[in-house]
């Protein structure tokens, strides 16, 4: 039975949550706010976590930052604002999906189960390295160097990177790459896509050059 610690400091969105959770056969643990979080992160183990941004005392993103030091759990971030910034921030902080509030709790447990089943798989890939002049993937120990230097993504960035390299030299629609990476229905915005290009092509420095925009299909990353 997968662990959900829902951090949010409104008791009813929690009960939502947890409600529908709980339904769906997961164990639930609860917090308030950031502060009480990080705690509950340094003195148990859970599958995955889903964490509002705004709260008093310590708030999602300080709270997401200070669990990245000690474990990879997954993380959620639900907040009311879905402006880009937000979006971006919370990515490079190490969160694993945002969802915009108000948001079907439905939805959210789809995402929550296509999080919990790419984390149960990731030890099963096959040992497989790849290497194109000074960017070096290993996809078995999930790292990534350039030129030489460890360079570390998002859980995210990596998914999205490793998708793109075993599928080099395809063009890859927006859509199969929201499934296949995101592993959820997708409702009609590219942003969260874009925005993971975006800070993917930042991370790989002059390695972007890789991830060619196919206008008006997708993505493709290029390589020999």
Known sequence: MARIL?????????????????????????????????ERCRNERFD???????????????????????????????SARGEEYDRIHGFELGSDDYVVKPFSP???????????????GQGRQEKDVFQQDGLAIDFTARTVS???????????????????VKNKNIALTRERLI???????FYG???????HIKLLRKSLGPYS????TLRGVGYRFEAD
């Open 6 to 38: 829902v951090v949010d400091d409104e008791e009813n969105i929690r009960n939502i949550i947890k409600k529908y959770a709980v339904f769906e056969g997961y164990s639930v643990a609860e917090a308030s706010n950031g502060m009480e979080a990080v």
């Open 48 to 78: 995955i976590i889903i964490m509002d941004i705004m709260m008093p005392e310590l708030d999602g993103f300080s709270a997401c930052r200070e669990i990245r030091k000690t474990c990879d759990t997954p993380v959620i971030m639900l």
């Open 106 to 120: 439905r939805e959210l447990m789809m995402r929550v189960e296509a999080i919990l089943k790419r984390s149960s």
């Open 146 to 164: 350039i030129d030489g230097e460890r360079v570390s993504l998002s859980p995210k960035e990596y998914d999205l990177l490793f998708y793109l």
């Open 179 to 185: 499934t296949e990476v995101w592993g959820y229905d």
């Open 189 to 195: 915005d590219d942003r969260t896509l874009d925005t």
């Open 209 to 212: 050059r890789f991830i060619v």
